[in-house]
């Protein structure tokens, strides 16, 4: 759990100093107030990873030059860690117990789990592949030590590689010589990549009848866009790579199907259905993480609750691990008195133009 969290000109926050519940804290505010920029920072402090950027630089708050992350992790033996990143001009530090680390993989390994859930994750069921690969890259870069490194130097590799090709001279050794790299990290994504899928099956099935209410049945497939062996899919489409002058087999091509009783959940599920797997997916993801990674994630729901019916709000609340915590924004709390959470151990905030009050 995360006993405090502080900032410094991060996003629309010059400074924030709060302390949070062992069981979870309350947001709430209008739209456009902070709120989400909270759980978004404690996914910052514990994955080194933002929810709605793609780069650090748009995480400094409008008119600084550098963005603080801090506060304490306490783990499940009730030992605290002290950790904090700092990042200006495309340089980060990390620092556990004030002592700076070099590598982010040094920091990852004494940060926590999360679990986002936010309403963009219809997307997983909506959207393109690179959604549902995003998904998957989450997932397996908090249970797999060696993933995050492999799937950076994979896409450092297959952008080089794509120059190359793009080129268009006869220049098959050096293309050659990318394509080895590109099967030592591909094949270890696709195999980390179609292992956790297998492993989710029975949890998204699982969360999918409770949260719906309904006898659903919620399966994923697993869609190697290399067949399972990058080396003699690199054989295969050799022409067509010269013609396309793009690299076309590989994890980058890789597919999740969703489909429940056996029907694609995006052409056949209504709105309902799709958020409802959504949900499923998450809440899966946050049983494998417990289990893989030997520790509970923090949950982080952003703003859910008004785009479900109170029976799925209060399932998905009875879903969650209560030994869990859970951080949630929320523009009111008309859902709170029918969720079965008395929530008489959370800490509560007010969140009004980036000033956050404790109620």
């Known amino acids: 759990m995360l006993s405090s969290l502080r900032l410094l000109d991060f996003r629309c926050f010059e400074s924030l100093s709060i302390e949070l519940g062992e069981a979870g804290a309350l947001f709430i505010g209008d739209n456009a107030q902070g709120k989400t920029s909270i759980l978004e920072a404690v996914c910052v402090l514990m994955r080194l990873h933002s929810p709605r950027a793609k780069r650090m630089q748009p995480l400094i708050r409008s008119g600084a030059e550098v963005y603080g992350v801090a506060g304490e992790v306490v783990d499940e033996r009730g030992d605290e860690v002290s950790l904090r990143v700092q990042y200006s001009k495309g340089k980060a530090v990390f620092q556990r117990d004030g002592e700076e680390l070099n590598t982010q993989g040094d920091y990852l390994t004494s940060s926590g789990l999360v679990v986002w859930m ?106 190697s866009g290399s067949g399972g062996d990058m080396r003699q899919a690199l054989e295969t489409t050799y022409e067509s790579e010269r013609r396309q002058r793009q690299t076309v087999a590989g994890p980058h091509r890789d597919e999740l199907k969703i489909m429940i009783n056996g029907m694609s959940a995006l052409d056949y599920g209504s709105e309902g259905q799709q958020r409802t797997v959504a949900l499923a997916m998450k809440l899966a993801q946050g049983e494998l993480l417990r289990e893989k990674g030997g520790k509970f994630p923090i949950y982080l729901l952003d703003d859910i609750f008004g785009e479900l019916d109170s029976s799925r709000r209060n399932a998905l609340m009875a879903y969650l691990p209560e030994d869990a915590q859970r951080l949630i924004t929320t523009t009111n709390l008309d859902w709170l008195n029918d969720s079965g959470e008395s929530f008489k151990d959370w800490s509560r905030y007010t969140v009004d133009s980036g000033k956050v009050v404790r109620e």
């Open 118 to 223: 936010g309403n963009e994750d219809v997307e997983l069921v909506r959207g393109s592949g690179g959604v549902r690969r995003h998904y998957l890259d989450f997932l397996c870069s908090q249970v797999d030590g060696t993933y995050r490194q492999a799937l950076s130097r994979y896409r450092r590799v297959l952008k080089a590689r794509n120059i190359l090709l793009k080129d268009g001279r006869q220049n098959d050794a050096e293309i050659n010589a990318y394509g080895e790299l590109l099967v030592q990290y591909g094949d270890l994504l696709g195999s980390v990549r179609s292992q956790l899928v297998n492993d989710l099956l029975d949890r998204v099935a699982a969360a999918q009848v409770a949260i719906s209410g309904r006898d659903e049945k919620l399966t994923l497939e697993f869609v």
